[in-house]
């Protein structure tokens, strides 16, 4: 992990025309360095770009501009076939009329291996994904799950430098999508292959990823491993789209931050000091870090309470800003709708969020 | 009718339709209008005796004659001739214009289609005097090889139909998958779009060797000497008379026919 990045973008731009004749930007000068062996989560909503990296990678696009280097060599005008990354597509992509060896088979094919030494790497590779016995199959005849397993399989025979996974568990069940996000970090850990794996889930993401790199509209604006961009949220989008966050508006000046109802706080002591934005900005904090005190002359009045198992929603008109705070069900009785109530917390989980 | 569906209901009665009074007589009736004259065709071709609607007794011997008759075994090679030659070349032009459709741009690719379809709907008296009247222009000579061409370009659009449903059944990221995994565009047709389009050119051949077999109108305006085709040659038989020899004729043209649509079916069923 000394030898650099396995995979280097180096501000990466794309364009697509839509049909009204406009533009949209899907990459907007992205640049991410990918560690070897690593697995990497590029996380956003649909439309955000990340599918449109991850084909420029493949090679199925080919950006506007910039650069894509896999272990230090340019890539981005080698075409897709004689590139050494190999992709599980959405749909799995499995060609029909072949059976799920000759499916394996195919890339090996395609380097010209020997007859011998590919039987063994599809056996290897069923063995793998724990598919054994199930090679003369057509896909057709298989669960979704075990389609998955052979996209994988497929992929994986060719010894990608690195592995592009695109939306690949969007297709199972709750159940079983668990199931295969154990299984990928333990094929990822036992191949060391430099994993790239593109989701709108930020639960799958937190789970699955040594990195989570995380879109917005074309950009990525924050890269960390999963409690950095959890805990430490640089922007109000990532805060919101990571978890559950309320985002409330405060005025900061050098040395204090104030919130409507709340009064000023010590600069000091928020999560992210340094932050010297001056004047009116967004401070993030999570609702599991809010409490209520019921007093008569609270500055917050209870606007709903939602039950849903473990915790207890309530929502908290707080002056301008509505306040979404959970707490734990098993505790004291919650407070009723119309009730006014104090909101605490520590200081320090307030984050000032940058722009953009 | 085994796939029992809600039943269509007369209106003002609440009755079923299928329970209306001459529902059955008129399906009855519409059936015999469609089979009746294939039956007697059939039914003919064995009667002993030359004079077509008195039976006699049962023979085979139209049959043989049919088969030993010079003019018929010549008319029957130009047919097959044409219709092999037809139905390869025009599998070929529709495989390639399938997949040249499918990654045309949205616009074009309705018009284009449009254009290749149109000979579906086009009267085929129109384009049988309009591409006589083209070949005599540009001096091609009437014959089997100007049939031959003429036939490539009405069977284009036969052919093109199944392949066209086939193709569109196919999800794309297939052949991104191929790629990816090292195939190039050569690699990608022969072992993937090909195979995977297989059964849309088999039920595509078929068609076309079935249309261009019994076409009749544009084989007899750019026949010329020599040119006879099968179904021409029944024509100007039936102008004397209609004897058993063509019902025979008829008969065995039907079988191919039928024959063929059912090898069609198989292959295009089995494969979904």
């Known amino acids: 992990m000394a030898t650099g990045p396995a995979l ?205 790199a995380v879109f917005d509209s074309g950009r990525i604006v924050q890269v960390g491993n999963p409690e950095e961009v959890y805990l430490r949220p640089r922007t109000a989008f990532v805060a919101d789209f990571i978890g559950e966050a309320n985002l409330v508006a405060a005025q900061r000046d050098s040395s204090s931050l104030t919130i409507e109802g709340l009064g000023a706080i010590d600069a000091a002591t928020l999560a992210n000091p340094e932050a010297v934005e001056t004047g009116a900005v967004t401070v993030a904090i999570r609702p599991e870090n809010i409490s209520l005190a019921e007093t008569a002359d609270g500055a917050g009045v209870v606007a709903d309470v939602t039950f849903v198992g473990g915790d207890i929603h309530v929502d908290v008109e707080l002056g301008a800003n509505r306040l979404n705070v959970r707490i734990p069900s098993h505790g004291a009785q919650p407070p009723r709708v119309g009730a006014r109530v104090h909101p605490t917390f520590l200081p320090q989980s307030l984050r000032v969020l940058a722009d953009s | 009718m085994s796939a029992r569906t809600k039943p269509v209901r007369v209106k003002g009665t609440g009755e079923s339709l299928r329970d209306f009074p001459t529902f059955k007589l008129v399906s009855y009736l519409v059936l015999l ?51 092999i030659v037809a139905t390869v070349v025009s599998v070929i032009i529709a495989t390639g214009l399938a997949i040249g459709l499918l990654r045309m741009h949205r616009a074009g690719r309705t018009f284009a289609w449009g254009l290749i379809g149109a000979p579906l709907i086009i009267p085929e008296i129109v384009f049988a005097i309009g591409t006589l009247a083209l070949f005599v222009q540009i001096r091609i000579p009437l014959g089997v090889n100007a049939i031959t061409l003429a036939h490539i370009a009405f069977c284009v659009p036969f052919a093109l139909l199944p392949i066209r449903a086939r193709l569109r059944g196919v999800d794309s990221a297939v052949y991104e998958a191929a790629a990816d995994l090292g195939a190039n565009e050569w690699v990608i047709f022969r072992r993937i779009t090909l195979p995977l389009l297989m059964p849309g050119i088999v039920a595509g051949a078929l068609l076309a060797f079935i249309i261009s077999l019994d076409d009749f109108i544009v084989s007899y305006f750019l026949a010329g000497p020599g040119g006879t085709t099968l179904p021409v040659y029944i024509f100007g038989m039936i102008r004397n008379a209609i004897t058993p020899g063509v019902n025979a004729l008829s008969s065995m043209l039907l079988a191919v026919s039928i024959l063929i649509v059912m090898i069609s079916y198989l292959l295009t069923r089995k494969k979904r």
């Open chain 2, 33 to 83: 209008f469609l089979y009746l004259p294939l039956v007697l065709v059939v039914a003919y071709s064995f009667n002993s005796n030359r004079v077509v609607t008195v039976w006699k007794g049962f023979t085979f011997s139209w049959y043989t004659n049919v088969l030993a008759n010079d003019d018929i075994q010549r008319a029957l090679m130009n047919s097959l001739r044409v219709a």
């Open chain 1, 8 to 212: 280097s973008i180096a501000r990466v731009s794309k364009a697509f025309a839509t049909p009204e004749g406009g533009e949209v930007r899907a990459l907007d000068d992205v640049s991410l360095d990918v560690t070897d062996g690593s697995f990497v989560v590029l996380l956003g909503p649909s439309g955000c770009g990340k599918t449109t990296l991850l084909r420029c990678i493949a090679g199925l696009e080919t950006p506007d501009s910039g650069e894509i280097l896999l272990r230090g060599e340019r890539i981005d005008h080698v075409p897709v076939w004689k590139r050494r990354v190999n992709t599980v597509f959405q749909s799995y992509a499995l060609f029909p009329h072949m059976t799920v060896a000759q499916n394996i088979a195919f890339g090996l094919q395609m380097d010209k291996v020997g007859k011998a030494e590919i039987e063994r790497k599809v056996g290897e590779s069923l063995e793998m994904v724990r598919l054994s016995g199930l090679g003369s199959r057509k896909p057709s005849q298989l669960s979704g799950g075990q389609q998955q397993r052979v996209a994988l399989a497929r992929a994986l025979a060719k010894d990608p430098e690195v592995l592009l996974l695109d939306e690949p568990l969007s297709a199972l069940d709750l159940k079983l999508r668990r199931g295969m996000q154990t299984e990928l970090k333990r094929l990822q850990r036992e191949t060391s292959i430099t994993f790239v794996l593109v989701t709108h889930d930020q639960g799958e993401a937190m789970a699955m990823g040594d990195q989570v």
